[in-house]
């Protein structure tokens, strides 16, 4: 009974991560500046050149610099390039996204088991779905569906495997250097597993993944031909300070935040929660600059908004004469609705009007 009711959520799952993708196409063609799409999006144009490069194409000198810059994330474009045999680039990028974010569903359902119960994991994987990030970022040429996916990856290997002594860390030492090489700001998930490895005390499990990490990660890099100077080119910090962290954190979790903050103060088991918000803050995240970015922190801010969703639906519930379970529901699509309605919103702002930062906002007031 219960390994059929979990095959059931999960083909839920992935039928209503199919619908968003539908929603969110529509959304990004009919809501888009010119030349934007479901396939094209701000950083596509160094992506298809890293995918073209690979597949032997000749760059010109001019786009040295930003091929350079975007080779520091290559893996999805090069297995882009592989696909590109079969499919136009563009669209093997598209497929790619389609099935990053549908195994990405189902793995972040089955991490959140670990923190929740099985009915509440199932609603935070709906929550996760239907996330803005997902939604504008999710299907264009990008790297960002791919860097969800090594999220949900990693923290399901991290709290699942990290315990248990049985189980050895060759894919834990593999997928990491994969992960950073997918977008380089998952190092934040190799600050994490040691954090985490440090608190479970498997001191021993360490040197293993960091030797790893920087063997492959380096070996990638040097085959490149590719140096620090090359990344700051193009990587420089852009959009930086308080207003858009509180901006990013909104379009991301938007009446979610004051639950999160409700589920952490209830929640009694805080390790996981701790370690992954000190190594991703400790990271970059004082520097985010769009939700896309701050959306690294999901696996330990959901699964907090589901805790409190429950506290709060159980208080509503004993007010109205409901049932708790019924009152999670709404609560839950409610979100989901919140989360669409946001998109249109940032769209708008962002690809419509064009209003990119706080800078051409004043421009338009004065």
Request: one cysteine or more; aromatic letters at 16%; charged letters at 15%.
């Amino acid at each position: 009974m219960e390994r059929s009711m979990n095959i059931n959520r999960m083909i839920i799952l992935i039928l209503v991560s199919i619908f968003q993708m539908v929603v969110s196409a529509l959304m990004l063609n009919n809501l888009s500046m010119e030349n934007w799409s479901a396939i094209y999006a701000e950083d596509s144009e160094g992506y298809l050149l890293v995918a073209r490069y690979f597949l032997g194409e000749e760059i010109s000198s001019s786009a040295l610099p930003l091929l350079k810059y975007r080779l520091f994330s290559p893996v999805v474009p090069f297995v882009a390039s592989l696909l590109a045999r079969f499919l136009p680039l563009e669209y093997a990028f598209l497929y790619l996204n389609c099935c990053f974010w549908l195994v990405s569903v189902c793995l972040f359902y089955q991490f959140s088991k670990s923190l929740l119960r099985e009915e509440l994991a199932y609603y935070c994987a709906l929550l996760f779905t239907t996330s803005l990030p997902l939604i504008i970022w999710g299907l264009p040429v990008m790297v960002d569906m791919a860097a969800f996916f090594f999220i949900a990856l990693k923290c399901l290997l991290i709290t699942r495997l990290l315990p248990d002594k049985r189980h050895t860390y060759l894919i834990i030492v593999l997928t990491i250097p994969l992960a950073i090489l997918t977008k380089p700001n998952l190092v934040s998930l190799f600050l994490f597993f040691i954090v985490y490895a440090v608190s479970q005390k498997q001191y021993f499990r360490i040197f293993p993944v960091v030797f790893g990490t920087l063997v492959l990660v380096g070996g990638v890099y040097l085959s490149l031909d590719l140096g620090i100077e090359d990344f700051l080119t193009y990587g420089y910090l852009r959009h930086q300070g308080l207003f858009y962290v509180v901006n990013a954190l909104v379009f991301c979790f938007h009446w979610g935040l004051p639950l999160a903050i409700w589920g952490f103060w209830l929640e009694k088991g805080r390790k996981f929660y701790f370690t992954y918000l000190i190594s991703t803050f400790a990271c970059y995240l004082i520097f985010v600059h769009n939700p896309r970015l701050i959306f690294v922190i999901c696996p330990a801010v959901l699964p907090l908004v589901v805790r409190g969703v429950e506290e709060c639906a159980s208080g509503l519930a004993s007010r109205w004469h409901q049932k708790p379970e019924r009152t999670v529901t709404a609560l839950v699509v409610i979100y989901m609705l919140t989360s669409n309605i946001l998109t249109v919103i940032y769209l708008y702002i962002t690809r419509v009007f064009q209003y990119r930062s706080v800078e051409s906002l004043k421009h338009l007031l004065d």
